[in-house]
Nanobody, 123 residues
């Protein structure tokens, strides 16, 4: 049974940092491109960042570029999202997702999802 479990969310002031983790089980992580998405109340789920199977290639949404860093440790079956210089508009539930073989900007391309972790940034 495949499981993705996010952690590390919380309440932080604007300008602060958080590091999200996505612990995976039931799959061979090195076979999966991994993505981070977020969804704010009343809004559609949006792409944040993705990392290729080896970790060599990364993609970012314009809103995350230069502030967020996605990485992975296949030996630990874990994917990370380091978020710096957080803004109130970053407030959302953050989800990690697994896509067999590749990465994508589109949430429909992903095969497995975590339950999400809440990030709230106060002004």
């Amino acid at each position: 049974q495949v499981q993705l479990v996010e952690s590390g969310g919380g309440l932080v002031q604007a300008g602060g940092s958080l590091r999200l983790s996505c612990a995976t089980s039931g799959l061979t992580l090195s076979n999966y491109g991994m993505g981070w998405f977020r969804q704010a109340p009343g809004k559609e789920r949006e792409f944040v960042a993705a990392v290729s199977r080896s970790g060599v290639s990364t993609n970012y949404a314009e809103s995350a570029r230069d502030r967020f860093t996605v990485s992975r440790d296949n030996a630990k079956n874990t994917v990370y999202l380091q978020m710096n210089s957080l803004k109130p508009e970053d407030t959302a539930v953050y989800y990690c997702a697994a896509n067999l073989w590749s990465i994508s900007y589109y949430y429909t391309a992903y095969d497995y999802w975590g339950q999400g972790t809440q990030v709230t940034v106060s002004s």
